[in-house]
Nanobody
């Protein structure tokens, strides 16, 4: 059974930084792409960033390019999202996800989510 557990969310002022972490278990981590989605109240869950199984290829939504960085540590079964220059519109529940590609429809499993709140 695949399990994804996020941590690192919290309350931060605009312009601040947070680093989200996700630890995965239940299948061979290094074989799968990983991603971070977010969902704000009343909105759909959107893909924010994704990284290939090897870590060589990444994807970022236009809204976070230049501010967020996704990375992974295959030895520790972990994926990270470094979020800098945070804006109030980044407020959402952030979900770690595992799948077979970088497109939104390629993700099969999600964690429970971690709340990120950015105050103005």
């Amino acid at each position: 059974q695949v399990q994804l557990v996020e941590s690192g969310g919290g309350l931060v002022q605009a312009g601040g930084s947070l680093r989200l972490s996700c630890v995965a278990s239940g299948r061979t981590f290094c074989r799968y792409a990983m991603g971070w989605f977010r969902q704000a109240p009343g909105k759909e869950r959107d893909l924010v960033a994704a990284i290939s199984s090897s870590g060589f290829t990444t994807y970022y939504a236009d809204s976070v390019k230049g501010r967020f960085t996704i990375s992974r540590d295959n030895a520790k079964n972990m994926v990270f999202l470094q979020m800098n220059s945070l804006k109030p519109e980044d407020t959402a529940v952030y979900y770690c996800a595992s799948g077979y590609g970088l497109a939104p429809h390629a993700f099969e499993y999600w964690g429970q989510g971690t709340q990120v709140t950015v105050s103005s």
